[in-house]
């Protein structure tokens, strides 16, 4: 079992910062990759970036390219979602996510075995 901790939202002006963390605990050893994603009012859910364990490897949605870094520490077992520019439509509760298998696409939710409870993040206009 993975559990997931994720922290670091809050109300935000458009165009400011934010860094979120996840912080992965139990069995971390066999996680392929850590994803976020998002979940805006009134939508379902979708990625916004991964990033593989190893940290070699990250990948984005077109959404979020150039304004969002994805990085791990793996000693401390965590995984920082970095954003900048931040706007209105960022606005959702953001997920962490934790997979263990190989799977081709990693930008969908059955890439990912474990999930955490999420955190809010709200940016004004």
């Known amino acids: 079992q993975v559990q997931l901790a994720e922290s670091g939202g809050e109300l935000v002006q458009a165009g400011g910062s934010l860094r979120l963390s996840c912080a992965a605990s139990?069995?971390?050893?066999?996680?392929?990759?850590m994803g976020w994603f998002r979940r805006a009012p009134g939508k379902e859910r979708e990625f916004v970036a991964r990033?593989?364990?190893?940290?070699?490897?990250?990948l984005y949605a077109n959404s979020v390219k150039g304004r969002f870094t994805i990085s791990n520490d793996n000693a401390k077992n965590t995984v920082y979602l970095q954003m900048i520019s931040l706007k209105p439509e960022d606005t959702a509760v953001y997920y962490c996510?934790?997979?263990?298998?190989?799977?081709?696409?990693?930008?969908?939710?059955?890439?990912?075995?474990?999930w955490g409870q999420g955190t809010q993040v709200t940016v004004s206009s």
């Open positions: 996510a934790a997979g263990l298998r190989y799977y081709s696409d990693s930008t969908q939710e059955a890439a990912y075995d474990y």
């Open positions: 139990g069995r971390t050893f066999p996680i392929s990759r």
């Open positions: 990033v593989t364990w190893s940290g070699g490897s990250t």
